[in-house]
């Protein structure tokens, strides 16, 4: 039997000022407000992390706090392991587990994390306000006041969805702040103090990831070539406007183009309009090009405050001058009203069916199965929507491409027979095999090869060669009929750089608008100040 | 070229009083702040209406004033009509039309109203924060103090959704609310001052339609065997505990018989736990009879507050002892977190595809085709998702259920070679058949004849064979093979009620927990305060 809001208050009550609780009594406090087996949203965004909550969690008694059941968007610091193998907590429903991709899997192995369910973000915050709704959230923002108002700013993320699921529901609300002010004095309210009970300044402010910053000078000239190919044979031949790009090196690539080669193609103001998307350094020299009109962004970038504030043209920035992110509006956003998801992945299967769970790591999902599916509910057309469609008067269809290089850094194929996540699925004992998305939900494949234009293809056995053709030199690609090759070039279900007019010999790092991080914070006129680990000055 | 939001704010500012207007200043003040062409959001919930403003809004002067672009989710009340007849607004962009379905056609037709499009309302909402951000937002709050905090309770529905997506891109917020109270003086905040520009004192309180009561005097012996028939066929067979209810007496019925037939089956624990759903009055027997486990509302409903207010284990009520609902959640909750939607229709094609338009009436969807679409993105698995799994180890499917007699009131039948909307659509100039739900994207049939399992159809035409089937004595039905019935069935295609158990004799209104308004006024303990249209004593 667990014990009411009231009766959780009042035992924290000789702790409080208010709701403010003195930092040096956080241990002491989660041991008053948790019961065992309670369901506990612990604040684990991609980027901002509730840390000094997390650590002391790690701290409680197991013999007075155990058997948590977990609802975390993301399992990514190594305390949230800790947690489990003490005990503290045994069951976990999450989105995404990146670095500790490896534990995650061991742990489920050991019997001492069970899973409820891998979530994409969207998926898990709409559980919370109906069947995983938490009985205490653990949670972090820039600062509150003595009446538990809180400022989030630029780095919002899923903070407030995590604590209306859980104040709505008789659930207890524990914030940990950077920083703690008087009445008023908060540049903006972000969450109404009636919404929030226990405030904390914590010992150090809260754990920022740097995650969707990347260097340019990491960009090869094999990304160069597939981002020309991403530029030709898709956004220019589908009219994308609306768009998200995932994480990583490939469509940074694309990103760093716009303001040149495909600003040569005339293609400002043609493609790429509108962006669901977090505030990506590479995507500086194109904003200040004038090739976007909006960024709707799931969370913030560390480094990228300044520069952000500067645009509210393009960025949701609020009356004080300050941007707010919302993770579950831009998980909304990029399903509903973007036309393209172009992400990286590790491994395709024969099928086209994508994982990046690899090598016994169980990384999750995170945005991208939301991202990149279909909305069957969509009602609104588009140029590159229709561009789809089946037929004249039909529906069209979501552009979900994938991009990927034949071959990885260490000569691996990325291209397999059947993917690891069926492995690891069957060894966790899932019902599904953890696939990010689906063979039949792709309708591109982008690789060194070309396009692969999977939404053509007429039945499975067309798609299983279309993926083979993109598979290249790998063993996947070179066990095909290579006789079918040109049939499936004039059909147009594939198309090589030739077929789409880019020249291999212009693929070179050259045509990137920024080479460096110093070129991205010379294009944000000082405004982007990016972290130590990517100054190289 | 249009105003900053501080030249439009200076210009409003000598009629306030720090953020307070006087309410007869409200015209004066809309022809302050608004300009030609502006993108106007205007809360026409389902429910709330922010009639006030809507009204305000009508009585500019369309010299200065015109050529708004409003984004709105319904199109519902008559002045919202005309603001476009009046060349004040000459562009929409909406979800649903309902009450004025007819006018919207012909305004349509005229050239008076340009359809950006009718959406879904998440779909719309995604857009709000993407590429249809809006200058101006006019809302609806219960209160608000004079810092412009606002307290919206349990008819919250769209308005934090409506007020960030403009907040925080440079727009206006103004509040119209039933009641101004003193700063500190509101029950809870549900939207922080900070996002508000101007709050002001409507003439009267907002009006508050009663869409989801429905009298259970007018549920025929005909809608009681539809909801045996759904119960066995489809709510058992499946093992459906997470679902939402469309609108209709259909489904009322299914919730009328929840304590008394199903419960008859032994049902009660296995089926119906946790609802996306209004605060439906007809539920209220199921859950007083323990039946339900939770409950997340898209809105609130007249005369439900005080029922609502008392089961917090329920409904998701704040610390104030009041519901917060939220229309955005709620839907990304129907969309991802419930295994079912089933909701009825009026008008199917031989193809399965579904429409509310009938008659040149363009109504819009409302939020069924993002409720009544499976999330592709999905990667939680249920017993009831996973039974529709095309192969073990695959993923699962939602239930999306439609409900129909074959015949309607007027002896028209439901049941079409091809939908009025086809027709409506074309007139319209639109560029793909408004249907609400399209026949690929259905998978079970429920209509007086039993239940079509159209996710089990082989191929297109085993598909049409089965509506056929469910078609009964429609003309659509009666040109069916008949002699393919018996292998439909076999083939567990189709169902008759004899095959589900279901006794067309036991089909009475008699079965009914409640049979009138005072039943469920009486099963609620007297908090149930129903509307005064809806009192027959």
């Known amino acids: 039997m667990t014990r009411s809001k009231k009766e959780r208050l ?41 840390d000094f909550l997390s650590r002391s969690l790690a701290l409680v008694d197991p013999a007075r706090v155990h058997d948590l059941h977990m609802v975390m968007s993301c399992l990514t610091r190594p305390e949230h392991l800790d947690i489990f193998e003490a005990g503290i907590a045994t069951e976990a429903d999450f989105a995404y587990a990146g670095a500790q991709s490896l534990r995650v899997a061991q742990a489920i192995s050991d019997g001492t994390l069970r899973v409820g369910a891998i979530h994409t973000y969207l998926e898990l915050y709409a559980r919370m306000f109906l069947d995983l709704a938490p009985r205490v959230a653990l949670v972090a923002a820039d600062k509150a006041d003595r009446d538990g108002n809180l400022y989030t700013g630029a780095n919002t993320e899923e903070t407030p969805t995590v604590v209306e699921s859980t104040a709505f529901r008789g659930g207890i609300v524990i914030a940990q702040v950077n920083e703690l002010v008087d009445s008023g004095e908060l540049p903006r309210v972000d969450i109404p103090g009636s919404w929030v009970d226990l405030v904390v300044r914590a ?214 027979e059947s993917l690891d996540a069926v492995e690891v699925g069957r060894k966790a004992g899932f019902a599904t095999t953890p696939v990010m998305i689906y063979g039949n939900d792709i309708t591109h494949l982008v690789t060194e090869e070309g396009v692969a234009y999977l939404y053509k293809a007429r039945d499975r056995e067309e798609r299983r060669a279309a993926v083979a053709w993109a598979a290249g030199a790998t063993p996947l690609g070179l066990s095909r009929d290579r006789s079918k090759d040109e049939q499936l070039r004039r059909d147009g279900v594939v198309a090589s750089p030739e077929d789409l007019g880019v020249r291999r010999v212009d693929a070179r790092r050259s045509l990137l608008a920024a080479r460096s991080i110093e070129d991205l914070v010379e294009w944000s006129g000082g405004l982007y100040d990016p972290p130590s680990q990517f100054r190289s000055w």
């Open 203 to 416: 010992d150090r402010p809260y754990h920022l990831e740097a995650l969707f910053t990347r260097d340019p000078r990491k960009i090869t000239d094999v990304q160069v070539l597939m981002a020309m190919i991403a530029i030709r044979g898709v956004y220019e031949r589908h009219q994308v406007t609306s768009l998200n790009h995932g994480i990583g090196f490939d469509t940074a690539a694309i990103e760093l183009l716009l303001p040149t080669y495909a600003e040569s193609l005339g293609l400002k103001g043609k493609i790429c309009l509108d962006w669901v998307l977090n505030p990506h350094p590479t995507l500086i020299p194109a904003i200040e090009s004038g090739w976007v009109r909006s960024i709707m962004p799931f969370g913030g970038e560390l480094g990228m405050n300044d520069y952000v504030n500067a645009r509210p043209d393009i960025f949701p920035v609020g009356p004080d001058g300050t941007m707010r992110s919302n993770r579950m509006a831009a998980q909304a956003a990029g399903l509903y009203a973007t036309d393209m998801f172009i992400g990286s992945t590790l491994q395709i299967d024969a099928e086209g069916n994508s994982s990046t769970v690899t090598d016994g790591r169980i990384s999750g999902f995170g945005g991208a199965p939301n991202l990149g599916s279909d909305p069957r509910g969509r009602r609104h057309s588009s140029p590159a929507w229709l561009n789809l469609a089946e037929c004249e008067g039909a529906r069209g269809r979501k552009l979900i491409v994938q991009t990927v290089q034949t071959y990885g850094a260490k000569g691996v194929p990325h291209f397999v």
């Open 10 to 50: 009042d035992a924290v009550a000789p702790m409080l000022e208010g709701k403010v609780l003195d930092t040096r009594r956080m241990v002491d406090a989660l041991h008053a407000v948790l019961d065992p087996h309670d369901r506990v949203a612990l604040e684990g965004n991609n980027q901002k992390q509730a």
